[in-house]
Each structure stands twice: as structure tokens, then as C-alpha cells.
T-cell receptor, first 113, second 109 residues
């Protein structure tokens, strides 16, 4: 298995633009997590899905952030409009059964200028 | 909400020495996991502890889960340059992984 695949690896965008991050979880994994990592705040859980259904989005910073999982093999995290303070590394992770090992993707490094 | 605190934030170690990083949760955990992230990389799972008082070893790494399932520790013996990176504990409750701030380890050769 190729592991969790995220795209793009790097994204530079201007403030106010829409940004879409993509994730393909490991086949057979029922849980998908979106995390944001910054020096100041560390690894923050934004939202997680179970069987494609959003379970907890309490970590989503504000309405500018939205996440979808239209099927078991694809998820998106969208920021609209983007702001410089959104600059961070965004990780997607998946796991089988939720409380087991989480496999992380390589991350998307987002820079909003 | 659940908070996981981790200390120290930074650990500078002479090659060959031992060190320990500690993790404390504000709530009782279902289990606790440990991850390692190399500079520029992504978190990689090391181990999961489930039972109260559990101790697990991986070569030079020893992981411990407290009796009350609210704290954990990672002890590394005879540190090597390959141990460089950030070690995170992650508390699990209600299927949510809450990560500590991590301990960033640098090694002096």
C-alpha cells in the first residue's frame, strides 16, 4: 500500500484565495483525521471522519474551514478565504478502528502571503 | 476538553546518555500512543499502551503507562544520532487523538 497520500505537498497562495487540500487514506481504514501543525500550537486535530461521516469538527478554527469526505478513498480540506495565519503544515491521517495506530501522510505545507 | 501536556519541550543529549520525556493528561485515557517526527517529516507511530501500569520496550526505548492511565513516559537509553527528532505522546479518548506539544531531541556527538 502506498500509505496516506496528500496533495499538493506545497501550496503558496495569496490572502483571500481559496485553497483545497486533498487526501487519499489507506484502503480499508475507517477513520480519517485532519491535523494542522504550527510551531506555536503544535499538532491540532481539526476534524475526523468515521465511515465518511464527520464525527467531530470542534477543532475547525472558523467557518472559513470546511472538510468533506465524499467517499472512502478521498477527502478534502478547504479554506475560503485564506489568511496568512492559516500558514501551517496540514496532515491527513487514517486508521483502522479509530483508536489504533494512525498513519500520517507527508503533509501539505501551506503558505498564505 | 482533554489536554495532554508533555515535558520537557527540548532535550539536548550527549550521545550515549539516557533521557526521559513525560506526558500528562487532564483526563483518564483509553490508551496512549507515542509518535516520532523527524525534521521535515511526518509523525510515525512508535507504540500504543492500553493497560494500566503497562511497560513496553523497543530496543533502547522503554514506554510506560501510569497506573491511573493519566500519564506516560518514554525513556531512551544510550542515545544515538538516529534518535534526533520530536517525540509526541497522544492521548486517546472517544476515538480522538490529542497530541502533546512534543519533546524535540538533539544529540551532541
Amino acid at each position: 500500500d502506498a500509505g496516506v497520500i496528500q496533495s499538493p505537498r506545497h501550496e503558496v497562495t495569496e490572502m483571500g484565495q481559496e485553497v483545497t487540500l486533498r487526501c487519499k487514506p489507506i484502503s480499508g481504514h475507517d477513520y480519517l483525521f485532519w491535523y494542522r501543525q504550527t510551531m506555536m500550537r503544535g499538532l491540532e486535530l481539526l476534524i475526523y471522519f468515521n465511515n465518511n461521516v464527520p464525527i467531530d469538527d470542534s477543532g475547525m478554527p472558523e467557518d472559513r474551514f470546511s472538510a468533506k469526505m465524499p467517499n472512502a478513498s478521498f477527502s478534502t480540506l478547504k479554506i475560503q478565504p485564506s489568511e496568512p495565519r492559516d500558514s501551517a503544515v496540514y496532515f491527513c491521517a487514517s486508521s483502522r478502528q479509530g483508536i489504533g495506530e494512525a498513519f500520517f501522510g507527508q503533509g501539505t505545507r501551506l503558505t498564505v502571503v | 476538553g482533554q489536554q495532554v501536556m508533555q515535558i520537557p519541550q527540548y532535550q539536548h543529549v550527549q550521545e550515549g546518555e539516557d533521557f526521559t520525556t513525560y506526558c500528562n493528561s487532564s483526563t483518564t485515557l483509553s490508551n496512549i500512543q507515542w509518535y516520532k517526527q523527524r525534521p521535515g517529516g511526518h509523525p510515525v507511530f512508535l507504540i500504543q499502551l492500553v493497560k494500566s501500569g503497562e511497560v513496553k520496550k523497543q530496543k533502547r526505548l522503554t514506554f510506560q503507562f501510569g497506573e491511573a492511565k493519566k500519564n506516560s513516559s518514554l525513556h531512551i537509553t544510550a542515545t544515538q544520532t538516529t534518535d534526533v527528532g520530536t517525540y509526541f505522546c497522544a492521548g486517546v479518548n472517544d476515538y480522538k487523538l490529542s497530541f502533546g506539544a512534543g519533546t524535540t531531541v538533539t544529540v551532541r556527538a
